[in-house]
C-alpha cells in the first residue's frame, strides 16, 4: 500500500514519524510520504525536522518513506510560489488542502492548486470540471481520501475527475494510528465512491507515478 497524505506530530498528527512509519509497515504499507501542514510561518522548520529522519526509517523499517508537504489555508496566489519553496527546502511530495466542504478553505484555492502544478489536490470537496481538466493537463492527482468529514464528496469527486481524465490517488489524511488503510477500508472506500475494487491497483500505480518522478529528478 501506498500513502502519501499523512501527519505526524509536526503538525496535528499523534505520532512521530517513526512510530507514523513502523506502524504503517506493520500494516502493509510499502511507502508513505510525511505531509505535515505547513504555511509561511513553519515550512522551514517541518521539513528540517521531518527529513533527517526518512532516510533512517527507510533503511530501517525496509518502507520507502518521502518529505512531503501539505500546503494549508495559503492565500491561493501563493501557492504557486510556496510550493515551489517547499521543493526547494527538500519535500519530495507537495500537496494541497482543498476546498473540503468540512471547512471553510479560502476560494479559489483548489484552481491555483492544480494551475501550481502540485503533485496531489487533496480533499478538494466540489471539484469543478475546470479544476479536473486542468489537473489533467498538469499531472496533477486529485486524492480520494478516507477521512471522515472530507470523505462525504468523494464520489462526485471521482466522477468529475473521471470525466475530464484527471488521475486519482486513494490516500488517509492519517491523523492517529487508526486511520491508517486496511483492506476493509479500502472495499468500503471504494464501494462508497461508487469505483470497484480493481480500481484500487489503478489508483496505486498513479501513485507510484508521482513517486518514480521524484527517484528521476
Same mark, same amino acid.
Do not use: W
Given at each position: 500500500?501506498?500513502?502519501?497524505?499523512?501527519?505526524?506530530?509536526?503538525?496535528?498528527? !499523534? =505520532?512521530?514519524?517513526? @512510530? +507514523?512509519? %513502523?506502524?504503517?509497515?506493520?500494516?502493509?504499507?510499502? /511507502?508513505? $510520504?510525511?505531509?505535515?501542514?505547513?504555511?509561511?510561518?513553519?515550512?522551514?522548520?517541518?521539513?528540517?525536522?521531518?527529513?533527517?529522519?526518512?532516510?533512517?526509517?527507510?533503511?530501517?523499517?525496509?518502507?520507502? !518513506? =518521502?518529505?512531503?508537504? @501539505? +500546503?494549508? %489555508?495559503?492565500?491561493?496566489?501563493?501557492?504557486?510560489? /510556496?510550493? $515551489?519553496?517547499?521543493?526547494?527546502?527538500?519535500?519530495?511530495?507537495?500537496?494541497?488542502?482543498?476546498?473540503?466542504?468540512?471547512?471553510?478553505?479560502?476560494?479559489?484555492?483548489?484552481?491555483?492548486?492544480?494551475?501550481?502544478?502540485?503533485?496531489?489536490?487533496?480533499?478538494?470537496?466540489?471539484?469543478?470540471?475546470?479544476?479536473?481538466?486542468? $489537473?489533467?493537463?498538469?499531472?496533477?492527482?486529485?486524492?480520494?481520501?478516507?477521512?471522515?468529514?472530507?470523505?462525504?464528496?468523494?464520489?462526485?469527486?471521482?466522477?468529475?475527475?473521471?470525466?475530464?481524465?484527471?488521475?486519482?490517488?486513494?490516500?488517509?489524511?492519517?491523523?492517529?494510528?487508526?486511520?491508517?488503510?486496511?483492506?476493509?477500508?479500502?472495499?468500503?472506500?471504494?464501494?462508497?465512491?461508487?469505483?470497484?475494487?480493481?480500481?484500487?491497483?489503478?489508483?496505486?500505480?498513479?501513485?507510484?507515478?508521482?513517486?518514480?518522478?521524484?527517484?528521476?529528478?
Amino acid at each position: 500500500m501506498i500513502d502519501l497524505h499523512t501527519h505526524t506530530f509536526f503538525s496535528d498528527g !499523534v =505520532l512521530s514519524p517513526s @512510530e +507514523l512509519v %513502523y506502524r504503517a509497515k506493520y500494516k502493509g504499507y510499502t /511507502a508513505i $510520504a510525511l505531509t505535515d501542514h505547513v504555511d509561511y510561518s513553519n515550512m522551514e522548520t517541518v521539513i528540517a525536522g521531518i527529513t533527517k529522519v526518512v532516510k533512517v526509517l527507510t533503511e530501517n523499517y525496509d518502507i520507502l !518513506v =518521502l518529505t512531503g508537504a @501539505e +500546503l494549508t %489555508y495559503i492565500p491561493p496566489k501563493l501557492i504557486k510560489a /510556496a510550493a $515551489a519553496k517547499c521543493r526547494k527546502l527538500g519535500a519530495e511530495i507537495i500537496i494541497v488542502h482543498g476546498e473540503t466542504v468540512a471547512e471553510t478553505v479560502p476560494p479559489k484555492t483548489n484552481l491555483c492548486a492544480v494551475e501550481a502544478g502540485v503533485d496531489i489536490l487533496a480533499h478538494p470537496g466540489h471539484l469543478s470540471e475546470e479544476e479536473a481538466s486542468i $489537473a489533467a493537463e498538469n499531472n496533477v492527482k486529485i486524492e480520494i481520501t478516507s477521512r471522515r468529514g472530507h470523505n462525504v464528496t468523494n464520489k462526485e469527486v471521482a466522477e468529475v475527475a473521471l470525466k475530464k481524465k484527471a488521475k486519482l490517488v486513494l490516500n488517509t489524511d492519517t491523523h492517529s494510528p487508526e486511520n491508517l488503510l486496511s483492506k476493509e477500508t479500502i472495499a468500503q472506500i471504494l464501494l462508497n465512491t461508487g469505483l470497484p475494487f480493481n480500481y484500487y491497483e489503478i489508483m496505486q500505480k498513479n501513485s507510484l507515478e508521482i513517486i518514480e518522478s521524484k527517484r528521476i529528478q
